[in-house]
T-cell receptor, first 111, second 115 residues
């Protein structure tokens, strides 16, 4: 079983749609959680950290459920520029800082 | 503020040769990380420096890989001798800790091809 599991997609949605990505992780001691986006042949860019209480940044909302070891990302009013691969990322336990990446979910927003 | 920079952007070498990758972290970031992505796989952790010290090198695949961070500034990752399976994209990231949050920012990567 992979440490971080994501639906690979692809998700093809029209502009303006709402799209949700889900992710599960296996290490119950993981401390920190993130969503990164990666454009084709580019580096991962931090989209947002995910806090236990859930957090929102403009059109993006992230949720964390520690009991279920589940993370989600909701994108509202999707734009063409949101087309990318979305990576669910968690850290290890304790003082471990290494990031463990999911394989990513590909999103294409269509005009 | 300048981001993480990496050099070279691409490198093509023959099996058995040596390659050295360089990473310059964001100024003031004590933490520096190396990751790599091989074809069709997830990005995987290689190692973590805090200043000039190796904090965690559990992801280094074997002793053909040597990472250094002299003076706690830039870092180099040397692969010697390179093998075909070393091909991939090598990313460097840096972070500065703020309490329990340590967001890592990635450089553009070095695409290594071993032929």
């Amino acid at each position: 079983r992979k440490e971080v599991e994501q639906d690979p997609g692809p998700f093809n949605v029209p502009e303006g749609a709402t799209v949700a990505f889900n992710c599960t992780y296996s290490n119950s001691a993981s401390q920190s959680f993130f969503w990164y986006r990666q454009d084709c042949r580019k580096e991962p860019k931090l989209l947002m950290s995910v806090y236990s209480s859930g957090n929102e940044d403009g059109r993006f909302t992230a949720q964390l459920n520690r009991a279920s070891q589940y993370i989600s990302l909701l994108i509202r009013d999707s734009k063409l520029s949101d087309s990318a691969t979305y990576l669910c990322v968690v850290t290890g336990s304790g003082s471990a800082r290494q990031l463990t990446f999911g394989s990513g979910t590909q999103l294409t927003v269509l005009p | 503020e300048a981001g993480v920079t990496q050099f070279p952007s691409h490198s093509v070498i023959e099996k058995g040769q040596t390659v050295t990758l360089r990473c310059d972290p964001i100024s003031g970031h004590d933490n520096l990380y190396w990751y790599r992505r091989v074809m069709g796989k997830e990005i995987k952790f290689l190692l973590h420096f805090v200043k000039e010290s190796k904090q965690d090198e559990s992801g280094m695949p074997n002793n053909r890989f040597l990472a250094e961070r002299t003076g706690g500034t830039y870092s180099t990752l040397k692969v010697q001798p390179a093998e075909l399976e070393d091909s991939g994209v090598y990313f460097c990231a840096s972070s500065q800790d703020w309490g329990q949050i340590y967001e890592q920012y990635f450089g553009p990567g070095t695409r290594l091809t071993v032929t």
